[in-house]
């Protein structure tokens, strides 16, 4: 099994996730600085104790390196969950993007063709739906994206269907919602919010914290993942908990469990943010035998416990 993005939160967690079930890992990663690696560098060291682990320190948007992965197989399976994240990020630096969400979905795809694997299992990403009405349902048109990070993963998922089409490759495509819980990436609002309300610095709030999101878990996405490697053929799934939240809501379940009360600093609403998200999940439930498990409240009081025990990492980590 082939797991790209390994040391990545979501990668890491599958990685996980299949050693615990037997299965044996080749996880690849470049541990680029696009977030602070040494958090990276922190889930790493947890799957190389593994001796079902082998790690690969590469870059999938090279044609050598993607080489020196395949070499490590034949691999039964690829779970792409390397990627350049985050919608604000993205209107910066389009082209780093473009790079690796889309030329390195395309060496992968690839790759899988010659050497004839046949399962390819994309992450994506619920920013593919722009404004569609919600619930976001998998057959909304998905062709207006608001972020450079949206429109280069729509582009990998329409690269992957033309490797189905063309050449029989069995793809699920994965549209993430809001993924949080321990050792999470520092940009994204979960772990950033536990660290400014635990340490007693401003909570910096785009909007008035009146946008709601489909926080899920990181265990449950997980679990999904992995679910979707059976042979489906060609599927866009949707992963999330079917239970927006504004964001308003989790500073003050944060707040809660924390025992501190958060000092908000406002900014003005990000126009590449969208308002809400909200997942229809019943294709996961019917193809998968997915639901989430884990409470939003459940998620993050694992959250901070986490980030309690791990606190000199926690509090250094740039954000």
Not at 58 to 83: C, K, M, W, Y
Not at 202 to 213: A, I, W, Y
């Amino acid at each position: 099994m082939l797991v790209t993005g390994a040391a990545g939160f979501i990668g890491s967690a599958v990685c996980s996730l299949l050693l615990d079930r037997g299965h044996a890992v080749v996880g690849a990663d470049s541990v680029n600085d696009a977030y602070d690696p040494r958090l990276k560098e922190w889930r790493l060291a947890r799957l190389c104790g593994h001796d079902r682990f082998r790690f690969v320190r590469a870059d999938i948007a090279d044609a050598d390196s993607v080489r020196t992965i395949f070499d490590q197989g034949p691999f039964e399976a690829v779970i792409n969950l390397a990627a350049r994240a985050g919608v604000r990020q993205s209107v910066e630096q389009p082209a780093e993007y473009l790079h690796t969400n889309v030329d390195g979905v395309l060496r992968l795809l690839e790759a899988c063709r010659e050497r004839g694997v046949r399962k390819f299992v994309q992450a994506s990403t619920s920013s593919v739906y722009g404004d569609s009405p919600m619930p976001f349902r998998e057959d909304a048109p998905a062709a207006r994206p608001l972020s450079p990070y949206a429109a280069s993963k729509r582009a990998a998922e329409m690269l992957a269907y033309s490797y189905h089409r063309l050449h029989g490759l069995d793809v699920s495509l994965l549209r993430y919602f809001t993924v949080f819980g321990p050792a999470g990436r520092p940009d994204m609002s979960a772990f950033r919010f536990i660290r400014w309300i635990s340490e007693g610095e401003p909570v910096t709030l785009f909007g008035d914290g009146e946008q709601k999101r489909d926080f899920t878990f990181v265990g449950d996405i997980a679990e999904g993942t992995v679910a979707a490697m059976r042979p489906l053929g060609y599927e866009i799934i949707n992963l999330g908990s079917d239970r927006p939240v504004t964001v308003n809501s989790v500073i003050g379940i944060i707040e809660e469990l924390t025992g501190r009360s958060a000092v908000v600093r406002r900014q003005p609403a990000d126009p590449a943010d969208a308002p809400a998200t909200w997942a229809a999940i019943a294709r996961a439930n019917e193809l998968l035998g997915w639901t989430p498990r884990t409470s939003l409240q459940g998620g993050l009081r694992q959250t901070v416990e986490w980030y309690r025990e791990n606190l000199e990492l926690a509090r250094s980590v740039r954000l």
